[in-house]
């Protein structure tokens, strides 16, 4: 599997489920802002970053874990949601991303701390990635 880069996190696209059950669409799109921005502070930390070759003036932030990602549940409605296969096989890519990035940090003799909440099995199948009827945890 590739590994993803801020950018494809936030250029992805999501199919829209009108009168099928699908994501809540602003519910998927804060979440990934929240790894765009972590992404590419990982990126700048690992000096993997597409942004500049040189140091950053700003300061990103790293909002998530692969913990948060394996751990998100979003809302669903039957109105006009993102179809939630195409949301559940990107979080896997997202998750392989996320742990990929963390285990280089904690190897980098650069890194500093390593990242709380890092590692550990994902626990579910594709198909139940996201999906908790009632509500969006982070």
Do not use: C
């Not at 801020?6 to 994501?23: H, I, P, Q």
């Not at 993102?82 to 996320?98: G, K, P, S």
């Not at 742990?99 to 594709?126: C, D, I």
């Amino acid at each position: 599997m590739t590994l993803l880069t801020a950018d494809d996190v936030l250029t992805v696209k999501f199919d829209v489920s009108s009168f099928k059950e699908g994501y809540n669409q602003d519910e998927v799109d804060v979440f990934l802002d929240d790894v765009t921005t972590t992404m590419r502070e990982f990126e700048e930390r690992l000096g993997t970053s597409q942004e500049s070759s040189g140091p950053s003036h700003r300061k990103a932030e790293v909002l998530l874990t692969s913990e948060g990602v394996r751990n998100i549940r979003f809302s669903t409605t039957r109105w006009s949601g993102y179809r939630i296969d195409q949301v559940d096989a990107f979080l896997v890519q997202v998750l392989a991303t996320m742990e990929a990035l963390e285990a280089q940090l904690r190897t980098n003799a650069f890194a500093g701390q390593p990242v709380a909440g890092a590692g550990g099995a994902y626990g579910m199948s594709p198909a139940q990635a996201g999906y908790a009827p009632g509500g969006a945890e982070a």
